[in-house]
């Protein structure tokens, strides 16, 4: 399994863009209905502190997501507004859960 957080602060005059291109990444994975890809965005309390979440259970899957041209114009236009703090990705290792994530191969 893959999981990645990323997270960045933008300028004032940039959250609500921001929050437009993310809506627009968002609808176009829920029409693509792949339940393989769980990604979510939030906004911290300082109200321009963005962090995400996205999980596959391969970067093949994860794949999907870079090649969206709505995530490629997020990613430009996020770059371009010279965010406060840039955008830094970790990637994250699963310890514990109390729900499966994936479907196992076994269960399909």
């Known amino acids: 399994m893959k999981i990645v957080k990323v997270q960045y602060t933008v300028k004032d005059d940039y959250v609500q863009k921001n929050k437009e291109n993310i ?3 968002m609808a ?3 029409a693509m209905n ?3 890809i769980k990604y979510s965005s939030f906004l911290l309390e300082d109200g321009k502190t963005f962090l995400h979440f996205a999980m596959y259970p391969d970067q093949q899957t994860g794949n999907i997501v870079s090649e969206l041209p709505s995530f490629n114009t997020f990613r430009a236009e996020l ?3 010279e965010p406060e ?3 830094k990705a970790e990637n994250l ?3 514990a859960s109390a729900w499966e ?3 196992s191969p076994d269960h399909a």
């Open 85 to 87: 703090i840039p955008p």
């Open 28 to 30: 176009d994975l829920r």
């Open 79 to 81: 770059k371009a507004s």
């Open 101 to 103: 994530f994936f479907e």
């Open 23 to 25: 809506n627009k990444v």
């Open 93 to 95: 290792s699963l310890v």
């Open 34 to 36: 792949n339940p393989n």
